[in-house]
């Protein structure tokens, strides 16, 4: 019988237990009540009952009934008289204690003869009865009755009469056996109290504990704030969960399952999870796939939230039921938005640095081509062809953000999804203008149209006007300071590249820059350079092999681009070679063909791989596969009056020759000052 | 040892489940497309577990396995799990309305593939 | 018959007065009870077999000690139950040849008993209590006397070797002391005769 004891405090002593054994606790039950009533009735009755029984024996037993009678009804005076006197069943019980033990007194008085002896059994039975009154104290008084008895009887019997020595040891054996069963009965007497009357109430004190338990539980489940349910096998949902998960998904009702529940706030989400659930439960795939294939993240009205599942099994190892926990995620999502945010006008703001004009040129381009983008004003290929050249622009500057947008939106198109693009334009023009806000402010009044000098060309200058040089050559040398040199365009391709190459796991590549010192129009060449970068992708992407593959190809692992910038008769010429694969002629005639374009020659296939929507890749990545790129870039060489050269050698590379008249990349007009 | 089809028009879905299961000792037939995975099941009775995508050109995956439904090649036993991508819940029912026992969300990790390719094939 | 346990409006105004006369009546029937146990628990006393006034007595009683015949004289007290007891016993049995047989009939008549006594030629005597104690020095009863051939009181005791026990061990003693074996005095039970010893054993004049 474990005692349910808050604190272990030190055991109180032998006596001090006995007593609270012994003395039952003040409060009285209903139920003790109630039963000691009826007990006390009963014991009324049973003694009563006694008379004629006495009578009986007394009679067979020749023991003088009348005087039998007389006694048996004086004792019967003490119970009748205790009922009135207490007003407490307990106490009632008590004197029911003292009364057996009188009985018994006369039985044995009564019991004269042969089973004078066997009489005093009586007292042993009654004794154990006693203990239905589920109080040691009514056997105790009993038990304090033959005492007294005993010891009335030492008093009034004078031993200097007798000569022979009374015989007192039988009287001890006899008060040792009644000592025993005192103890015994006492015990059972406080068992019964504790266990059938006190059941009720120790009951009481288990649900007590119990219900603050539940409701310990309940203040965790009503303020933690995660949503923890756990769902059972059948997708029913307990009804003991997180307050939380009704604040952000409405109201439960008893029986809904959770793909139900969830459905009444999402209908696809709840029927996601539906589906999920039925693989779950139908055995067909593996526990933990199913599991991985329940939806880990969702986004309610502009909230996100986590979910993760933990299976619980029986003992047999099946699965019982399933905890979800469901996170509010929203803020933390804000937050890595936010810091992917951050990041980005940092890398701006590092690039800005490193190569203002170069960042100032891409901004106000990338500008040009968000306002052409808009789907309702310009036919659909060319925005295509515009967001295309904004997202390689954008991916290769470090601003991710628009670079994805434009992804999307590249999608959407693909998809013919009207409405998903113009909406994705709108997320993207968004975005461009928190952009532009704070990389305007990071660049200040800086337009393209400054011209920057170097300290070396500024004082190459001045030394031409003090040492009083002819105009002619003073304006020659202005104007060629106002061109740009390929140099600094092809050293940013060659950063650009390296970057690239190890974005798209082709390794370090070794990226060669021959400028020869040509200087272009700025403003002119501008479209040719930003679609450059086209063909700079394919080469990396399409053309450079991995490293592995180059090894096995007796290749050395990085792969190699030469970018290089010169003038040949006449034409100022743009080149970009690499050493990978090649071009692959047949995928390209399978592809015209499949197009429905002319593949039989090789300028049919060339004209093929530059025209819209060309590629040879099943699945545009990041990076290339639209079918943009190369067309961007003939459209922008052919409005300069230029052309493209082609050579490409299996295994061994690829090279790609822009030309442009000299008289355009001069800009004569610009000399007759 | 089970003998496993892919079907998917891209071919690098194909070599990723080709990557993923081929270590554990599955043969792996490829088919590229609806009416190339009909053809390759009708032919090949020992193939017993079949993978494949949803959309594809000429014939497209509910198709396929209502087409190998009708020839009875499910109900002999043919196993058969789409790949699909999160979310479209439709496309999931009508493959399973279409004999579909199994799918799996795109893109998935090979270890998860594996272990229902090996629980199929027990 | 049953008492309810309903309170009378009166004994609820004072439930002191209800509760002392409990106390003291219960007090009252243990005492009561505790001296009717003396008189079961408290040996009788039996005068040794050697005792002057019990040859006395005997030769005064008993019948005269001729030709080697043994006697035994029981001495039974007509107001007690276990003498009465004794009583039955003797009417039922047989008497043997070679043994007189005396009953000594204290404190009232029987006639049963006398009848039987008569049929069975065995002597009755009545005496009262202050002659039994005067001239035979016995103050309890039933007991046996065994007299032998030389008018030498042999033996002095109960019959039973138990209290109250149904074997009454006259004749057996007989038949053990004429081999000559030494029988101990069986404790005697049965009632005081004696005025005083009843005094003594019951105070509150309850039985005697």
């Not at chain 1, 999608?411 to 305007?440: N, P």
């Not at chain 1, 990041?622 to 493209?644: F, P, Q, Y």
Request: glycine share 8%.
């Amino acid at each position: 019988m474990t005692d349910v004891t808050t604190e272990p405090t030190a055991r109180p002593g032998i006596f001090r237990r006995m007593g609270q054994a012994i003395v039952l606790p003040k409060t009285v039950s209903a139920f003790e009540s109630s039963y000691l009533e009826r007990m006390n009735r009963i014991a009324l009755a049973f003694f009563y009952g006694h008379l004629p029984v006495f009578l009986l024996i007394s009679w067979l037993n020749e023991t003088d009934p009348l005087f039998t009678l007389m006694l048996t009804a004086a004792v019967l005076v003490i119970p009748t008289l205790g009922c009135r006197a207490f007003t407490g069943h307990r106490s009632k019980s008590l004197v029911f204690g003292f009364t057996a033990m009188c009985m018994g007194g006369i039985l044995v008085h009564i019991g004269q003869g042969p089973v004078q002896i066997e009489m005093h059994f009586y007292f042993f039975s009654v004794l154990a009865m006693l203990a239905l009154f589920a109080n040691p104290m009514v056997i105790l008084v009993a038990a304090v009755t033959v005492a007294l008895h005993h010891l009335i009887l030492w008093y009034l019997v004078p031993q200097s009469v007798f000569n022979y020595d009374a015989p007192i040891w039988v009287v001890l054996v006899h008060a040792g056996f009644v000592v025993l069963e005192t103890f015994a009965a006492c015990f059972i007497a406080r068992n019964f109290f504790d266990n059938v009357i006190g059941l009720e109430k120790k009951v009481e004190e288990r649900t007590v504990e119990i219900r603050k338990r539940n409701e310990d539980m309940r203040l965790v489940l009503d303020n933690v704030q995660q949503g923890l349910v756990t769902v059972s096998r059948d997708g029913k949902m307990a009804s003991e969960h997180s307050k939380v998960l009704e604040t952000w998904f409405g109201a439960y009702e008893a029986g809904d399952t959770f793909a139900g529940y969830m459905g009444n706030h999402d209908a696809a989400f709840g029927n996601w999870f539906g589906l999920c659930w039925d693989s779950l439960t139908d055995g067909f795939l593996p526990l933990e796939v199913a599991l991985d294939q329940l939806p880990k993240t969702a986004a309610f009205d502009g909230r996100h939230f986590e979910f993760s599942y933990q299976p619980i099994c029986d003992d047999a190892g099946e699965l019982e039921k399933i905890m979800v926990v469901v996170s509010d995620v929203t803020s933390e999502v804000a937050q890595q938005r936010a810091e992917a945010m951050q990041r980005e006008i940092l890398s701006v703001f590092e690039r800005i640095l490193k190569d203002r004009s170069g960042f100032t040129e891409f901004f106000e381009e990338a500008q040009r081509l968000v306002d052409a983008s808009e789907p309702a004003a310009s036919h659909l290929d060319d925005v295509k062809r515009f967001v295309h050249t904004l997202k390689g622009n954008a991916a290769l500057f470090g601003v991710d953000s628009v670079a994805q947008l434009c992804h999307e939106m590249e999608e959407r198109i693909a998809e013919d999804d009207e409405r998903g693009a113009a909406e994705r334009y709108e997320a993207l023009t968004g975005r461009w203008q928190e952009l532009a806000s704070t990389v305007q402010r990071m660049l200040g009044q800086d337009t393209v149209d400054s011209v920057t000098l170097s300290g070396d060309e500024y004082q190459d200058l001045l030394r031409r006007v003090v040492e009083e040089q002819p105009h002619v050559e003073i304006a020659r040398r202005l104007v060629d300071l106002s061109l740009e040199p390929t140099d600094h365009r092809l050293e940013r391709f060659a950063e650009q590249a390296r970057a690239l190459a190890e974005r798209l796991e082709k390794g370090a590549i070794d990226v060669c820059v021959q400028a020869n010192d040509v200087r272009l129009e700025r403003e002119r060449f501008a479209p040719f350079w930003s679609s450059f970068t086209h063909v700079l992708r394919n080469a990396i992407d399409h053309g450079l092999e991995t490293p592995d593959d180059r090894v096995e190809n007796g290749k050395p692992d990085s792969g190699r681009l030469e970018l290089s910038s010169y003038e040949q008769d006449g034409e100022v010429v743009v080149e970009l070679r690499d050493d990978g694969r090649g071009i692959d002629w047949d995928g390209v005639r399978a592809k015209a063909a499949s197009l429905g374009l002319p593949c039989d020659t090789q300028d049919d296939l060339l004209a093929a791989m530059f025209s819209a929507g060309f590629s040879t890749r099943e699945q545009a990545t990041d990076t290339s596969g639209r079918g943009v790129g190369l067309n961007a870039v003939r459209v922008a060489c052919e409005a300069l009056g230029g052309r493209i050269e082609t050579d490409s050698e299996a295994g061994r590379g690829t090279t790609f020759r822009f030309r442009f008249p000299s008289d355009v990349a001069k800009n004569a007009d610009a000399l007759s000052i | 040892m089970s003998k496993i089809i892919v079907v998917d028009d891209s071919a690098t879905m194909r070599q990723q489940v080709k990557q993923a299961l081929t270590p554990a000792g599955f043969d792996i037939v490829e088919a590229v497309d609806g009416r190339d995975g009909f053809n390759k099941v009708q032919a090949d009775a020992a193939i017993d577990i079949m993978i494949l995508d949803v959309n594809m050109p000429r014939m497209n995956g509910i198709e396929l396995v209502e087409a190998l439904n009708k020839e009875g090649r499910v109900q002999k036993g043919l196993k058969v799990v789409m790949l699909t991508t999160e979310g479209h819940a439709e496309l999931i029912q009508r493959a399973k309305a279409a004999g579909a026992k199994g799918w799996m969300v795109k893109p998935f990790k090979p270890e998860m593939l594996l272990a229902a390719v090996q629980k199929m094939a027990v | 018959m049953t008492p309810s346990a309903e309170h009378h409006p009166a004994q609820q105004r004072r439930p002191w007065l209800a509760r002392t006369l409990l106390f003291a009546w219960g007090a009252g029937v243990l005492v009561v009870l505790s001296s009717l146990m003396t008189g079961h628990w408290v040996p009788l006393p039996v005068p040794p077999t050697d005792d002057a006034a019990l040859r006395a007595g005997l030769q005064r009683y008993a019948p005269p000690a001729t030709d080697g015949r043994w006697a035994i004289v029981h001495v039974l007290y007509a107001k007690c139950r276990c003498s009465r007891r004794v009583f039955d016993y003797l009417a039922e049995r047989s008497s043997p040849d070679d043994v007189d047989e005396v009953v000594l009939l204290v404190g009232g008549d029987d006639a049963d008993l006398e009848a039987a006594c008569g049929a069975r030629a065995i002597g009755l005597h009545k005496l009262t209590d202050e002659q039994l104690e005067r001239q035979l020095g016995i103050e309890a009863a039933p007991l046996f006397i065994v007299r032998d051939p030389l008018g030498e009181p042999r033996y002095t005791g109960g019959y039973t070797d138990r209290k109250q026990g149904l074997d009454y061990q006259d004749l057996t003693t007989l038949a053990q002391l004429r081999e000559g074996a030494t029988v101990p005095p069986r404790p005697v039970f049965g009632c005081g005769v004696s005025s005083s010893l009843q005094d003594a054993l019951d105070p509150l004049g309850l039985k005697y």
